[in-house]
C-alpha cells in the first residue's frame, strides 16, 4: 500500500489523488490516535466516516458537552421499530475521533456507509439476492464478521497465535507515525491488498454493495472539495476497495433495486460492557475497559492502570501497599521483555497482578475482569437529541423522580408510603408492561410488609429500542402503559393469564385499563371449567386486593370477580380431587395449598372492610376442606393435607386428626395410599415435624404403621417417605429417632431429657429465658443507653421508650 500522495497508491476510486483513506480497526485507541495526528498533518477539507448517512444530521451533536461516549447511533424501521440496528462509539473509537477532529477544525463531516434503510429492509428479507447490511442487531461495524478473519490472517504470517495481541503489538502499542502520520495506514493498505488479492472469496456481497455505495460518497465529495484533500475513515478492509478504480455505472447497477424502508436515527447510550465480543458485538472488543485507559494515559500507563487496581482491591479491603504496585510494575516490564513486546499489555499486567497483589488467586481477578477490564462505563445523549414523544415522557419523569439509568446493576428500597417512592414503583411497573424492564422485583432483605418493595435496576442500551417500540402504544408512559394492558388483556388466552395481568396493573396504577381487564377477566371465569385452572388465577386476585389497597387502588370490582371464583372453586374442588395418579395429586395439593392462603387473605380484606366480600368465605372453605378429610375415592396426599390445614386452623381437634390417621393408617389401607396421606399431613409444610415430636399419639401411629408394613410395600413407600421426613431441620429429625427408639412410654421422657439438646420441653425455662434479655434491649435500645451514646430517661413511659 501508499498514502494518498506517495505513488500509485495515491490514486483514488475517482481517478484522483486527493483520497486519504485511513484504514482503522474500530474501537482500537492506537488507531485513534493515529488518526487524530493524520488528520492534523493533512488538513483535509471534508471527512467521510464508515456510518449510515442519514444519521449526517446528528453529527453537530457530537460537539456537546452533553453528548459523552459511549454511544450509538441507532437505527429502527418507523414502521416496526423493533427492526432496529446500532453504529457503536467510544471516545476511543477511530470514527468518533474524526467526527470530533472535523468538529473543532469547522470541516464538514458525513457518513459514507449504506443508508440504514437498505440495512433495516434487508434485515426484513435477509433472504433476498443481495444483502445490503448486517442482520446483527448491532449492525456496524460488521468488517469482523467474514469468511476470513484479516487480523488473524496477518497475525498468523508474522508468527502470533493470537490475532488481538498482534494488532496491539504493531498498533496499539507503538508510537508508529509520529515522525510520518501517514506510513502507518500505508503499511495497513498494503497488507489489507494483499489479503483481498489471496483471500478475494472473503468479500460478501454485502461488502461490495456497501464499498459500491462509499465509493459513490467518495466521489461526491471530491468533487465538492475542490483541490483539497478528503479523508475517509473505515475499516482497514474496505480500504484497497476503495482504492480501486471502478466504473461509476458499475457502483450504480450494485445500488440499484435495493429493498428500502423510512428509517428514524438518533444517539442513544451505550456501555463499555456492549462492546465487547461477549455482549453479542460481531465487531467487538475483549477489553474496552483496557483500551479505554490506554487512549487516555498516553504517558505511563502500565503504572496509571496498576494503580487503579490497586485501588479496586483496596475497596474490596485487600490489603495492597504502593509497594505491591512498584513490584507489579517490574514484573509487567519484565514479562514483556521476556516475551519480546514493545510494551506491557493486558496480559503481561494481569499476570503480574495475579502474582504479586493476588497472592496467586483467580478470585480478585475476576472482580479486575469486571470492573476495569471491561467496566460498566455508560455514556449521556443530549435532551436535544432527536427520540420519539414515549422516551422523551420516560426522561422527564426519571428526572423528576430522580431516576438515573446506570449500566451497572444496583438494588432500590422503595417505601410505598413515600410519595416520591409510590411514583417510582408505579412508573417501574408500567415500564415493565411495556417490556421495558429496567427494573425487575426483588426479595427484600430488610422488612418483608405489603409498604416495601425492593428492585433490581440496570439500564441496558437496547432498553431504547424496546421505548420506541412502546410509542406506537402511546405518547406517555401511562397512555401507552395503559393501551398495552388492554390490548394484552383481550390477547390473554386463558384466566390465569389474564388474573396475573390484573395483578400487574394495580401496582402501575392504570385506572383506566382495569375496566378492560376485568372483564376480561369475569369473561374467562365463566367460561373456564378447570378447577386447577381456577384454583391457579385466585391467589393472583387476592393479591391483587390486598396490594391494591396499599396503593389506594379501587378494587371493588376485583373483589366481586374473586368472590365467584372462589365460589366455583368450594363446588369443583372435591370431585376434582378423585381418581388422580400421583402426579396429579401432588398438584392438586399444590392448589389445595394456595386456595387456602388465597382465601386467608380474601377474608383479611373482608375482616378489614377494605373490600366488599359477601358471606364468610373461611367458613365455606373450611366446609370444604372437612368433606376432603372424609371422602373416600380422594387422593390420600390431598386428604392428608386437608386434616392439616384443619388442625393449623384450630378447626379440628388432636383427638380428631389422631382418628383420621388412624383410619388412613389402617392396615386395609395400601401402603402406597397411607405414605400420600402421611406426606399430605406432615410434609410439604412448616410444623409438620414439630407436630409428631409434641403429639405422642400421631408419632405412634406413624411408627406403628411403619413397623407393621412388609418388606416389599416398605422398598415402594421408602422413597416418599424420605422425601417427606427430609425436609425438616436437623435438630427435629434427630429428635423424630430419640423418640422412636425411646419406644412407647418412654418418649415424653425423651423430649424432656433432650430439651437441653434439642430445645423442647413441657414448662418454660425462666433461667434460659433470663439470660437472652440483656441481648433483646440492646437490640431494641433499652439498655439504659441512647444510641447516641446519652444516658435515657428510666421515667419516660415503656412504650416510648421501645
Known sequence: MRAAGRGPAGRSAAGSGRALLLGVRHHGPGSARAVRRALDAARPRAVLVEGPPEADALIPLAADEDLRPPVALLAHAVDEPGRSAFWPMAAFSPEW???????????????????????????????????????????????????????AALADAAGYDDPERWWEDVVEHRGAGRRDPLAPFAAIEEAMTALRDGHGAAATE????????????????????????????CGAWHVPALRRTTALTADRALLKGLPKTRADLTWVPWTHRRLTRAGGYGAGIDSPGWYAHLFA????????????????????DRVVSPAHVIEAVRLAETLAALRGRPL?????????????????????????????????????????????????????????????????????????????????????????????????PAVSRGSTGTFRETWRLRWQPELSVRVAEAGVWGTTVPAAATARAEADAVAARDLAEATALAERCLPAGLPDALPTVMRVVAERAALDTDVGRLARALPALARSLRYGDVRGTGTGALADVATGLAERIFVGLPPACAALDADAAEEMRGHVDAVHGAVRLLEEEAGAERAPLPGRLRDRWRDVLRLLSERRGVA?????????????????????????????????????????????????????????????????????????????????????????????ETGVRRTLGE?????PGKRRTVVRAGAGTAGFADETDAGRADAVLPVVRLLLGRDGTQRDGTQRDDDQPAGVRT
Open 97 to 151: 475521533v474524526a467526527l470530533r477532529w472535523a468538529l473543532e477544525h469547522g470541516v464538514p463531516a458525513r457518513f459514507i456507509d449504506l443508508p440504514a434503510a437498505h440495512t433495516l429492509a434487508w434485515q426484513r428479507n435477509p433472504d433476498a439476492s443481495t444483502a445490503p447490511g448486517s442482520t446483527a442487531p448491532e449492525a456496524e461495524p460488521p468488517d469482523d464478521v467474514l469468511r476470513v478473519d484479516p487480523l
Open 206 to 233: 454485502r461488502d461490495l454493495v456497501r464499498e459500491a455505495h462509499m465509493r459513490l460518497r467518495l466521489r461526491a465529495a471530491l468533487k465538492e472539495s475542490g483541490d483539497g484533500p478528503v479523508a475517509v475513515v
Open 297 to 316: 494515559s498516553p504517558d505511563r500507563p502500565v503504572e496509571r492502570w496498576l494503580t487503579r487496581v490497586a485501588g479496586l482491591l483496596r475497596d474490596e
Open 344 to 440: 506491557p499489555g493486558l496480559s503481561e499486567t494481569t499476570d503480574a497482578v495475579r502474582a504479586v497483589l493476588c497472592e496467586g488467586s483467580d478470585v480478585p481477578l475476576a472482580l479486575i475482569e469486571d470492573r476495569l477490564v471491561v467496566g460498566d462505563v455508560m455514556g449521556e445523549v443530549p435532551a436535544a437529541a432527536p427520540a420519539v414523544p414515549l422516551q422523551r415522557d420516560l426522561d422527564r419523569r426519571r428526572r423528576r423522580l430522580r431516576l438515573a439509568p446506570e449500566a451497572a446493576e444496583r438494588e432500590l428500597e422503595l417505601d410505598l408510603r413515600k410519595e416520591t417512592d409510590a411514583e417510582r414503583s408505579r412508573l417501574l411497573h408500567r415500564l415493565r408492561l411495556l417490556r421495558v424492564d429496567w427494573g425487575e
Open 636 to 728: 390420600g396426599v390431598v386428604r392428608g393435607r386437608a386434616v392439616r390445614l384443619l388442625l393449623d386452623d384450630g378447626q379440628l381437634a388432636a383427638d380428631e386428626a389422631a382418628r383420621l390417621m388412624g383410619l388412613a393408617l389402617s392396615p386395609g389401607t395400601p401402603p402406597a395410599d397411607a405414605a400420600a396421606w402421611i406426606e399430605g399431613f406432615v410434609g410439604g409444610g412448616a410444623g409438620g415435624g414439630l407436630l409428631l415430636v409434641h403429639d405422642e399419639r400421631l408419632l405412634g401411629l406413624v411408627d406403628g404403621w411403619l413397623s407393621g408394613v412388609s418388606a416389599q410395600a416398605f422398598t415402594d413407600v421408602l422413597p416418599l417417605l424420605r422425601r417427606t421426613f427430609s425436609a425438616y
Open 739 to 743: 423418640l422412636v427408639r425411646a419406644g
